[in-house]
């Protein structure tokens, strides 16, 4: 990818991951963050205004793109929170297993190139009782809307930072360790419905 078209694509997923519906999804899953935090698909550090940082001790920053970690280490230099960064994917976490109290997921899913074996390491690195937080958008409910999803995925992707638009969160996450133990949806106002339908909740390695 040239530098040209990896500023689109960030330009691109800052627009719509810091949209006030999507800011709304984070506002309520973030104060379930305490201790020790990754977070996974940290991009430009949208996050990191919501933490409550009394609860947190320190968060490990994941981010595979180069761009995405400047500015997200702009933003947190200006901030009175340990965040330590991480530059790599998902699928490789470089952390000791059974280390964090807290995996964090917002709209990070979507996008992972092997969402399996990112949540295998994901479950691999969190304590015995820690739990993951997660606000992600995917497949719809609604027949009409899955088939437009269906439809779109097939180029969406290659413009769009490889989000796909018809992931089934809560079957990824039970397939691959975790137990949801709280879960809530929504189409977002504002958005259009094949990409505006939402996931969020609570789930613990099995």
Not at 59 to 66: K, M, N
Not at 83 to 93: L, M, Q, T, Y
Not at 127 to 150: C, I, M, S
Request: neutral net charge.
């Amino acid at each position: 990818m040239s530098l040209y078209s990896k500023y689109i694509v960030s330009w691109i997923i800052n627009k719509g991951c810091g949209s006030k519906p999507i800011q709304k999804q984070r506002e309520k899953v973030l104060p379930f963050c305490h201790g020790e935090v990754l977070e996974i698909g940290a991009g430009s550090g949208l996050n990191f205004y919501f933490y409550q940082k009394e609860q947190v001790s320190t968060i490990y920053a994941l981010e595979p793109d180069d761009e995405m970690l400047r500015q997200a280490k702009i933003k947190a230099a200006t901030l009175d929170i340990e965040i330590k960064f991480i530059h790599s994917v998902a699928e490789n976490i470089p952390l000791p297993s059974n280390s964090v109290d807290v995996v964090l997921l917002t709209y990070t899913l979507c996008s992972i190139p092997n969402p399996a074996m990112a949540l295998k390491e994901m479950r691999r690195v969190l304590k015995v009782d820690g739990k993951l937080v997660f606000a992600e958008h995917g497949e719809a409910p609604d027949r009409k809307v899955n088939r437009w999803q269906n439809l779109l995925n097939s180029f969406w992707p290659y413009f769009n930072g490889g989000c796909n638009l018809n992931r089934n969160i809560p079957d990824l996450l039970a397939q691959n360790g975790f137990a949801i133990n709280n879960l809530d949806t929504i189409y977002l106002p504002g958005t259009p419905k094949w990409m505006g339908y939402n996931f969020w909740g609570l789930a613990e390695p099995q």
